[in-house]
Every structure is written in structure tokens, then in C-alpha cells.
């Protein structure tokens, strides 16, 4: 079973404790032998969801939008997103030089390709800007792949 993740960044100490219960439970119902996570590994549910797919013994394949994205990223994140692409199955990307909204939703749009299912850390309105959260779920809609949308109740994306 192959499970991709899109997911919103920044979110609170309160909401980051309940996402991760939540994708600890979610990545629990799969057997690890089975389980595959495809991930672009930025911060926030991407990366949590690798580490715990990790930790139940399931592989790993990340996506990287873009040649600069680590650059991209918070400065903090670095050493998360070298480990976690050291413990990298298999990196697939988009060609694209530059971290932009369009290469970002490149990477997403090869993940939504490369799964059966998606989990969506999406508190279910607009995305803030191209290639957000809501663009990832309607393109993997577009393309009939399953959505689980995994959001506490009561909580809220902005800090």
C-alpha cells in the first residue's frame, strides 16, 4: 500500500501534538510490510508522517519538487530532511531548478501519481496560495485517488 501525504505547515505546539496522534493512528491501521510512504518531507505532516511510518517499519519514497526546495525549507528542518532522505527508498523529481508554488504542486501532483490512497492534513478550506494543501486534494480527486482527510476537530491552522 502505497500512501502519500499533503498537509498543512506552521501549525500550532496544541495542533502538531494532535496531527501526529492522528498519523501515528492512521499509519497504525496499515501492516508495515505493506506500507509504503511518499512524501515531499518539508515540514509539518509531511515529515511527521515519514518518521512514523518509519518507526512501524514501513519504507520510504520522497518526492523532491525541486533542486533548491531544501533551501526552501526552515533552516531547523535541514537535519530532518537529510535524515529522512538518507532513509529514502527511492527519490523521484520534477526536473524544476526553483522552489515555486508551480514546482511544488509538480512534486505533489507525482506523488497523488505514485499512491492509493492520500492523507490530507487539511482543515478543508482554500489553500492560501498555489500548490496549498486544497490544490492537492483536488487533484488527487480529479484523478480518483482516495482522500483521507485527517484534521482534530475544533482546531485551527493559524498560530
Known sequence: ????????????????????????????????????????????????????????????????????????LPDWHHPVDDRLLSHAADIHETGMTESTSQAHQAGSEILVGLVDELLAVWDGKPARGYGGTADVVAYAEQTCVPVRVLWPGGASRWR
Do not use: K, Q
Request: glycine share 8%; aromatic share 6%.
Open 1 to 72: 500500500m502505497r500512501v502519500g501525504i499533503t498537509g498543512h505547515r506552521g501549525l500550532s505546539t496544541e495542533v502538531e501534538e494532535r496531527v501526529r496522534a492522528l498519523l501515528d493512528e492512521a499509519v497504525n491501521s496499515f501492516d508495515a510490510t505493506e506500507l509504503v510512504a511518499v512524501s515531499c518531507i518539508a515540514d509539518g505532516p509531511d515529515s511527521w508522517f515519514a518518521e512514523a511510518v518509519l518507526r512501524h517499519g514501513g519504507r520510504l519514497e520522497v518526492v523532491v519538487p525541486a533542486a533548491e526546495y531544501r533551501e526552501s
